[in-house]
């Protein structure tokens, strides 16, 4: 049974950074793409935020959160992380971290994952 638990949200001021963590079970995560995605409030379409491969550590990010957040994973904790600086408002969403079925190449669409965690909110006050 595949299981990513994230952690880590919480409530932030402008400008501050958070660390998100995804624990990842249940497959074989070094063949695989993990990525984050958010849903801002106010039923807005679930975005995506970043994504690395597994085995390569590659990393794709959305222009919004290019050269603030940093996608990266441990391979001896099986833990996806998502470093975010220079947080801003318009950040504030609950963050959901994702993972594809192996042996996939990178994708940035919400219907490229198989697999979701439950979700952390994150809130950036101004």
């Known amino acids: 049974q595949v299981q990513l638990v994230e952690s880590g949200g919480g409530l932030v001021q402008a400008g501050g950074s958070l660390r998100l963590s995804c624990a990842a079970s249940?497959?074989?995560?070094?063949?695989?793409?993990m990525g984050w995605f958010r849903q801002a409030p106010g039923g807005k379409e679930r975005e995506f935020v970043a994504?690395?491969?597994?085995?390569?550590?590659?990393?794709y990010y959305a222009d919004s959160v290019k050269g603030r957040f940093t996608i990266s994973r441990d391979n001896a904790k099986n833990t996806v992380y998502l470093q975010m600086n220079s947080l801003k408002p318009e950040d504030t969403a609950v963050y959901y971290c994702?993972?594809?079925?192996?042996?996939?190449?990178?994708?940035?669409?919400?219907?490229?994952?198989?697999?979701w965690g439950q979700g952390t909110q994150v809130t950036v006050s101004s």
């Open positions: 249940g497959l074989p995560f070094s063949f695989c793409i």
């Open positions: 994504a690395i491969n597994w085995s390569s550590g590659s990393t």
């Open positions: 994702a993972a594809r079925a192996p042996f996939h190449t990178m994708g940035v669409m919400e219907g490229d994952y198989a697999h």
